[in-house]
């Protein structure tokens, strides 16, 4: 299973494990505050056979809304946050923009991993393209670059963690793009030293480009 449909389907049962665990302690913050779930049920407007499905975590279709609602009942507050994880599911202009860098760089006959791993237990991570060969490259691609901290930042984590010696970053060619590079100056640079003609160039010809880089296709 390719790692973003496995993140996807890992996503699933951290869910449903969630719910049940929400479930659990809203149970136990019922019956601390002396409350039945038929008088839970009143307080909500609904029956007591969805507050029971919902402590018993078998409600795969509650709603955030209702868990923080029963929460709010039993004096409790709901809290949630999303953290990096695994890659976003790819959308076309991605992949045609993959497929013109693999492509381009072919007469380098570099072996070529897509969707690779980093080969850590767990980890749900993944690179749009690895390149093999005495060092490894990471490549990951972006059609539009609007947050350079918060876009950048975790791929290079991913780098750093998963032991990848380079670290390529393929942005879409377009105005918006190059002016948000220029935008982010120094910092950018300095990770990246490399521009597009340097990197292109050595992975045609099959080599090390030296350093982590950026190009625009």
């Given at each position: 299973m390719p790692p973003r449909l496995r993140a996807v389907h890992e996503a699933v049962l951290r869910a449903k494990r969630f719910l049940r665990e929400q479930g659990a302690e809203l149970r136990e913050a019922r019956?601390?505050?002396?409350?039945?779930?038929?008088?839970?049920?009143?307080?909500?407007?609904?029956?007591?056979?969805?507050?029971?499905?919902?402590?018993?975590?078998?409600?795969?279709?509650?709603?955030t809304l209702d868990l923080a609602q029963f929460a709010a009942v039993v004096g409790r507050q709901l809290w949630m946050r999303l953290y990096p994880a695994g890659g976003a599911l790819r959308d076309a202009p991605q992949l045609g923009l993959e497929a013109r860098f693999l492509e381009e760089i072919q007469p380098g006959e570099w072996k070529i991993v897509v969707?690779?791993?980093?080969?850590?237990?767990?980890?749900?991570?993944?690179?749009d393209v690895l390149l093999l060969r005495?060092?490894?490259?990471?490549?990951?691609?972006?059609t539009r670059l609007r947050d350079v901290q918060a876009q950048i930042r975790p791929v290079m984590q991913k780098q750093r963690?998963?032991?990848v010696d380079r670290?390529?970053?393929?942005?879409?060619?377009?105005?918006?793009?190059?002016r948000a590079v220029r935008e982010a100056g120094a910092a950018l640079e300095v990770a990246f030293p490399l521009r597009s003609r340097t990197v292109m160039a050595a992975l045609r010809a099959g080599r090390d480009p030296g350093g982590n880089g950026i190009v625009f296709l």
């Open positions: 019956l601390a505050a002396g409350l039945t779930q038929a008088e839970v049920a009143l307080a909500l407007g609904w029956s007591a056979s969805k507050v029971g499905r919902i402590e018993r975590g078998e409600d795969m279709q509650v709603s969707e690779a791993g980093t080969n850590i237990a767990g980890d749900l991570r993944a690179f005495e060092v490894k490259i990471g490549v990951e691609m972006f963690d998963a032991g670290l390529i970053l393929v942005f879409k060619d377009t105005h918006a793009n190059r």
